[in-house]
Structure formats: C-alpha cells, structure tokens
C-alpha cells in the first residue's frame, strides 16, 4: 500500500446516478481516484458496483452527475472513447475468443503490422511473451485459449488489460478464478503498477485482498455510498457491517463433526491427459480418500494441481484415460459419463456456472427442471406447470432473488445464479455433491447464505467435496481437506492439523523440492 495520495485526483465522479427502466440503481455517488493509489470497491451483488464501473468505462454512457480526469470533464460515450481517455476495464466474466492464441486474444483488434497491412505474427507473440513474464504469468504466447484453465484465461483478460498501458485501471474481481501463486504475482502487478503513478479501482468480494492492496475502501449498498474508509483504519467485521446492513458475528457456517458412515471411496484414482500436461504424463496420479455421511472433504492445491480434473473425473466428464476405483455406499460403480454419475448418486456444481451450469438465456424453470426431465416428463413432454411449480419451491428454498421463475438467469447476480445451479440438482437428492469454486464471483451475503445450505445438506447426510482457492473458507468449511501438488496427494489433513501455512507448504512445489512426502494424519 502507499502513502497518502497526493493532491489533485486524477479523476473525480461527482452525484454520479443511473436508472434502467425508471428503478434506481445508482443514487447521488461520489468517487475520488488518486494517480498511484489503490480504491478497493465493495458491495453484494446489486449494489452498484458494476453499473458504476461501466459508466467509467464509458458503457453507460447516459447518467446523471459529471466525470472530470485532471480537472478537465470528459464525457466517456463509448468504451473506444475510455480507452483513449486511459482507463482499462478487466470484467470478471471472460471475454476471450477460444479458438484465438494468448498473444492474438491480448493484441486483438490492435495487432502489430509489416507495412501497415500484413499482421507480425512473430514480434506480436515476442511482445506478447515478454508482457507475459513481465507479469510472471506462466503462460506460453502461442497457446490457444481454449485450451487453458479458467484460472489460466483470467491470467490472459488481465495481460490483456494491462499491454494499454493505462492511467486507470479497473479489476473486477480480478483473483476470483487464480490460484494463490497466481494471486501472489497479481499483487506483486498491482504494487509495481501503482508504483508507476497508475490508479487502481479492485473490485473485489475477498476481504484479506482489501488488506492486503488496498489504501482505501470505499462500499456501495443499494446503489448509494455507504463508507469510504482507510484500509488500515477498517476491519472485516465493519466493512460486512456496511455492506450488508447488519453486524456478522460469524460470517462461516457453523462446523460440526460427522459421524456417518463412508459414503463415497476413490481408490488408486488417475487420469491421463498427456495432450494438456505439460512435463507430466498424467493430470492427477493415485489418488485415495473416502467422504462420509455429512461431512465436507476439502480439495486444496494451487492451479494446475489437478482440482477440478479430479472432481470432473468423479462426476464422469473428464477427457482422458481414467484408472482406479469409485464405490458409493461400499458398491464399486464405473463412472464414465455425467448421466452415470447422476444415476450413482453424483451431483456437480461446476467452477463456472455460466458456462457449464446454466443455460443464460432460458429462465429459471427451465434451468433447474434440467437435471430432472425425465421425472418431471409426461410421454416426453415436461408441462411447464411442473416446471413452474419446480421452480417456485426452489425460489422460495434458496431464497433467490428474481422477478419470477422465468425469469432468465443471466439477467441474475452472481450469488443468485449460483443459487439456481445448487437447485437444479436438490431435486435429485444426490448421495454426494461435488463442489468447484462454489462461492467464486459471490458477495458476502450470498456467501452466508451458500454457507448455511451446505450445514443444512450435510445435517441432511450428504457428503460433500469441495474445490476453493479461498483457505479461509476451506478452512472453516471442511473436515478434512486432501492436498494436492501437481497431480500428486501431499497430504490428508484432519481438522485438528489445519493451518493456512500447512496447507500452502503441501500444495507448494517448493515443499517437493525439499523432500516432502505425502502425510496421513492419525484419524484421517
């Protein structure tokens, strides 16, 4: 963090208002942007933040109240008109093109030429390469996008953002889907970049980042400014406090010991996927664990360690050679599709929802009566009665915010989204529940809200595997949280042996390097 920034700003927003349909969602909002500082910007989903951010980003063009850069007012009518002003937005959601490289997505549209015509392959990926180790983002030039991680992919928006050389920048939730490694090197991006005189607007859902990046914070709730504090004179307790209203004594769920029987086994489990390892013949590699009735297993390890292939292997939807044994309730089933899953007893709530777990355009009934058809069909052919009905019980169940159950859901938040892929699978009262990321991209009052669904499942009997890059909540959640490193189980830690640092040590490569194996804990 830096020290008090100096005097002028270098932008000022003054009684900044929106409407869409005549509701207000922005209310008489004032920012001020220091260059070399840090504004960490806050607020559930629905607050305002975003809105606010795509009038800056000249999305919005029409709104109340003024914007000034260096003193002078400037109107940002389109995105092309806040580029040029200097202000760079990195979305949360991914705007990439699949089937591009890293170096054509980061340079599209602005791709270097020989002659002013034919596009310079080469020195665009040269250029691309040394912005890519420039930021220590582990990434190859010339790959396709379509073939990186999610985590990955939001390494490239953020390049992307960053090759414009911009005065302000504005990061949506720019660690949402990175590793801690990643986080780690993204910090280090900010740090150097505010040091370079550019002013940062992170937007951000996570509040040990605040601490760690911001100099100031400032809160939206219900589209309206509620605090603009200090970073170093806030506390978690009062920014939930400002966003959500109300005090939070205990933001996680509350823990409880199982004591069920096992319920899911995975015994020797590899999977093979030599096209996407790079200097590893597999993606993960004997992996072993057993989850019993109401508890939660953890599966931590940073990007790349095989989280999410290894849930996907689970529910039958990776690509690639599977080896090794699953049993449910101690019977061995061979899992080799998403609908072999369902049928054990296997439910998955992907890392990202809007690709993999809804469909945006179709309303909430049509979304959550998915993963049911068949029960819910009448000679082929589901009523959209029962659709409705369907979705009016789980609107009311997971206390989703929405104008009606057809409603589309990618005119929902994030939280509420989230929500709607959690209740498409309630109905198939699944033995276990894999979950990947399940609060990424969610404000903290949908979080508490996931949080006491999954002590309601789990008092319900269900086990429960959880992926998280957030060890805070890892931490509180699980029971027991599994280790992994580069395809490899490090360690089987029970909820006595916890610690962040323990954690990292086990995921680290370092840890490898100096002789570490993996540990099984007493009673784990």
Known sequence: MTDAPPSPALLVMRGIGKSFSGISVLRDVDLTLHAGEVLALMGENGAGKSTLMKILGG??????????????????????????????????????????????????GREPRRGGFVIDQRRM???????????????????????????????????????????????????????????EALFRVVRALAARSVAIIYITHRMEEVFRVADRVMVLRDGAAVGMLRAADSSRRELIRLMIGRDVADFFAAHQRPAGRVVLEAEGLSLQQPGRSIGRSHTFADVSFAVHEGEILG???????????????????????????????????????PAAAKRAGIALVSEDRRREGLVLPQGIDRNVALPTQGALATAGVVADGRERALALTTIRKLGIRAAGPQQPVGNLSGGNQQKVVFGKWLPTAPRVLLLDEPTRGIDVGAKAEIYRLLAELTASGMAIVMVSSELPELLSLADRILVLREGRPTALLPREAFSAERVLDYASPDYAAAGGSSEQHPHS
């Open 59 to 108: 999305i919005h063009p029409d709104h109340a109240g003024s914007i000034a850069i260096d003193g002078q007012e400037v109107r940002l009518a389109t995105p092309r008109t806040a580029t040029e002003a200097g202000i760079a937005f990195i979305h949360q959601e991914l705007n990439l093109v699949p089937g591009l490289s890293v170096a054509e997505n980061i340079y599209l």
């Open 125 to 183: 990926e040269r250029d691309a390469a040394t912005l890519l180790q420039r930021l220590d983002f582990h990434l190859r030039a010339t790959d396709a996008v379509g073939s990186l991680r999610v985590g990955e992919q939001q390494l490239v928006e953020i390049a992307k953002a960053l090759s414009l050389d911009a005065r302000i920048l504005i990061m949506d939730e720019p660690t949402s889907a990175l590793s801690q490694n990643e986080t």
């Open 299 to 337: 599966i931590a390890g940073l990007l790349g360690s095989g989280r999410t292939e290894l849930l996907e292997t689970l529910f039958g939807a990776a690509q690639g050679e599977v080896a090794g044994r699953i049993r449910i309730d101690g019977a061995e089933v061979a899992i080799r599709s």
